[in-house]
């Protein structure tokens, strides 16, 4: 039975998150942490943090997390190919129809309207994480996490004015958050 939840659940996730990884977290977020409490927010968390850092595409990623986390290796093959499949199919018959219309205005009209919905997808994601992290689910500045918060700025900072490299920056926070705890430990 878990298997058969594990496949259905990642079928929505590639049915429906339409604009790639980001825009699939809330609908991850939704299964895996509101309706079947696979895993707590906090380890969704760290599971974006493991999918984002780990090659291939974030929702492939999260899905063999959950899966190999929930079911072992069975799981981990049923959750990826739930999440996988209807990709495979939408893009085929998707590119059947692109190479017969790709002349006609509707077409264009139809991929120009999908672009503010992805935007706000991710937006949804972005904020959910950072709510969950910086102020531990709720905005009460009581509950902040000063540290991560001033991380994050110094990160959105430093790559977009500055164009850091992503990876050496989620690295350098890393080691940065990692020697702060520490300090204050000690």
């Known amino acids: 039975m878990i298997l058969l939840d594990l496949f259905l659940s990642f079928i929505k996730v590639g049915l429906f998150s339409i604009g790639g990884g980001y825009a699939a977290m809330p609908i991850i977020k939704s299964q895996v942490v509101d309706s079947f409490h696979w895993i707590s927010m906090s380890e969704f ?3 974006i943090t493991i999918a984002e850092m780990t090659p291939g595409p974030i929702a492939v990623n999260s899905a063999t997390f959950v899966g190999i ?7 981990a093959i049923i959750a990826t190919a739930g999440c996988i499949l209807p990709s495979i199919f939408i893009v085929s018959i998707l590119v059947l129809l692109y190479f017969k219309y790709r002349k006609m205005d509707f077409m264009t009209n139809i991929l120009s309207s999908l672009r503010p919905v992805v935007v706000a ?3 949804s994601a972005g904020l959910s994480i950072l709510i969950s992290v910086v102020f531990n689910g709720a905005v009460i500045l009581e509950n902040a996490n000063y540290l991560s918060l001033l991380l994050f700025m110094a990160a959105l900072i430093g790559i977009r004015k500055f164009k850091l490299k992503p990876i050496l920056t989620m690295f350098a926070c890393g080691i940065i958050y990692t020697i702060v705890n520490c300090l204050i430990a000690i």
Do not use: N, S, V
């Not at 986390?69 to 799981?75: N, V």
């Open 45 to 47: 968390t760290d599971l």
């Open 121 to 123: 997808m991710i937006a």
């Open 69 to 75: 986390r929930i079911a072992g290796i069975p799981g």
